[in-house]
């Protein structure tokens, strides 16, 4: 994928600008998976940050469990809407990820970084980038939880219809764990959930083969 066919801003904000945006907090059973993956790894009063935020469903939930949270986006609406479900308690951060220095901009080590729905929508130039840009605030013995649609899942086949104008390039496991690696991190956990959405689903057998998403904990 070209940088020039990636989404732009008014894309972002046009998408998290709509009414129907409150649909994104519904807790789906997709949701409840990746809070599976996401609960070992959260500890009350661990700094938060939540990268490439979108609608806050998650920076409210790492707030409800008590933890000092980020809430970053490069879209203004998405922001707004992430301010009104953690009714205030989150950091907000409007940043470019390629061009801003996170560093200079949150200066307290975070515990845990999570993206769901971020680096697919970039570049492996400019993914690496961002991820070296995660590193940077990453405190010593911190985890960044990564979350990027599946290559082979049968959702890629409708997920247009859902996010018109949005535009992804899916990842294999395999690429997930080298974007980490090359990168300085150690991957210590991966898989695949949401094989079929439902309460049931495959996810340990076929879950890294045709689950919607993939997953990595990594360390550095």
């Known amino acids: ?28 059973w997709s949701k409840r998976r990746i809070l599976s993956i996401l609960q070992p790894y959260m500890k009350a009063g ?24 980020f809430s970053l986006d490069y879209s203004k609406n998405a922001l707004e809407v992430a301010e009104k479900i953690t009714q205030g308690r989150s950091r907000l951060v409007q940043a470019d990820m390629l061009q801003d220095d996170l560093s200079q901009i949150i200066k307290e080590p975070v515990d845990i970084i999570f993206s769901d729905g971020l680096f697919e929508h970039f ?33 890629e086949l409708i997920r247009p219809f859902f996010m018109p104008g949005i535009e992804e390039e899916p990842f294999v496991i395999k690429e997930l764990v080298d974007l980490n690696e090359r990168n300085g991190l150690k991957v210590v956990e991966k898989g695949g959930i949401n094989t079929i ?20 904990v990594a360390r550095n």
């Open 123 to 155: 570049s492996q130039e400019d993914q690496d980038k961002i991820m070296r840009n995660l590193v940077q605030v990453l405190a010593k013995n911190g985890v960044i939880v990564t979350f990027v649609p599946n290559k082979w899942s049968p959702w």
């Open 197 to 216: 959405p439902f309460r049931l689903s495959p996810d340990r057998l076929i879950g890294q083969t045709f689950g919607m998403l993939l997953y990595t």
């Open 1 to 28: 994928m070209s940088n020039q066919d990636l989404p732009k801003d008014t894309d972002w904000n046009h998408f998290w600008g709509r009414e129907q945006s409150e649909k994104f907090q519904q807790i789906s």
């Open 46 to 69: 661990q700094k938060a940050l939540d990268a490439g935020c979108g609608s806050g469903f998650f920076s409210n939930i790492f707030c409800e469990n008590d933890l000092e949270v």
